[in-house]
């Protein structure tokens, strides 16, 4: 039986709750500088499909897969050109297996590294990649695709054709902004939320929105200018438990789960739909954003 769509739910004004962060647990798991976290979906199944069940009973709506780098461009890196597939298919199937009937599983697809400003890439090889990546996802039982951490306006694009020509998965698209003033943001490529926003829209992304780079009390500004951009739109939002700081040699994020959940009211007020975390975050945040989401 298909699950109602992501859209249909929020059309309903119900806001839903994404899960948190996967890179950071799996380092907490033991996955070491320089391996692939892709391979552990093939290498060490069970410990990715813990990271989807802690976060399924933390009181996420949706969870992600253990996808984010899972292009032919990234896995080349490590010799896992040819499994750009198989990989995929299973980062979907283990979420899914953790997920119940009335909840989603979003597939995470992240920038491939690769510029087209620079020459290094054509429009063509970045479509077929992510078209891929999209399709395996959706084999192996994704309702949508989260297309992530984006700073390139063409890659993006990219990107959201290649899921919506290729597959029936609910398309939505992040960008990760950095602040260059009073409450001003821009990508590493100088895009706007404005500009992510609109562009997004029109190349048929289903729900937009930011992630990365940002702890949540940033992210109401960067929502607010999206969503006065596209008034319509779902916005998403997945925001790093705070800055990352340097303590004792290791990268610490401050935010505590009852400083986020300080911020729901907020960030749901400047126009989020979906809430959920990125770098450092954990379960006991998400629990914490279901607490503010749903007092």
């Known amino acids: 039986m298909r699950r109602t769509t992501i859209t249909a739910v929020l059309k309903t004004g119900k806001i839903l709750v994404s899960d948190g962060a996967w890179g950071t647990f799996l380092q907490q798991k033991g996955?070491?500088?320089?391996?692939?976290?892709?391979?552990?979906?093939?290498?060490?199944?069970?410990?990715?499909?813990?990271?989807?069940?802690?976060?399924?009973?933390?009181?996420?709506?949706?969870?992600?897969?253990?996808?984010?780098?899972g292009t032919s461009f990234k896995l080349q890196y490590y010799g896992l050109a040819d499994k750009v597939a198989e990989i995929n298919e299973t980062a979907a199937r283990l979420s899914r297996e953790m997920a119940d009937d009335d909840r989603w599983v979003i597939g995470s697809v992240g920038p491939t590294g690769k510029m087209l400003l620079l020459g290094d890439v054509t429009e063509e090889e970045l479509y077929e990649a992510f078209k891929t990546q999209a399709v395996a996802l959706e084999k192996g039982g994704a309702d949508a695709v989260c297309i992530e951490t984006m700073s390139d306006i063409d890659e993006a694009m990219s990107a959201i054709r290649a899921a919506k020509e290729n597959t029936a998965l609910e398309v939505i698209c992040t960008f990760t902004f950095d602040p260059i003033g009073e409450n001003e943001y821009r990508t590493?490529?100088?895009?706007?939320?404005?500009e992510a926003a609109i562009a997004c829209v029109n190349a048929g992304a289903d729900v937009i929105g930011t992630n990365c780079g940002n702890g949540l009390k940033n992210m109401i500004h960067i929502v607010a200018q999206m969503r006065e951009a596209v008034p319509d739109i779902p916005i998403l939002v997945h925001a790093n438990a705070g800055l990352p700081e340097i303590r004792n040699n290791e990268t610490v994020y401050p935010e505590t789960p009852e400083q986020m959940k300080d911020l729901?009211?907020?960030?749901?007020?400047?126009?989020?739909?979906?809430?959920?975390?990125?770098?450092?975050?954990?379960?006991?945040?998400i629990k914490a954003i279901k607490e503010g989401v749903n007092p």
């Open 31 to 69: 996955l070491q500088a320089g391996e692939c976290p892709e391979a552990w979906n093939l290498s060490h199944p069970n410990d990715v499909q813990d990271i989807a069940r802690s976060y399924i009973e933390a009181g996420a709506d949706m969870i992600e897969t253990n996808s984010f780098g």
């Open 188 to 194: 590493m490529m100088g895009v706007s939320p404005a």
């Open 264 to 285: 729901i009211p907020q960030i749901i007020q400047a126009g989020a739909t979906i809430i959920g975390g990125c770098c450092g975050t954990t379960p006991a945040h």
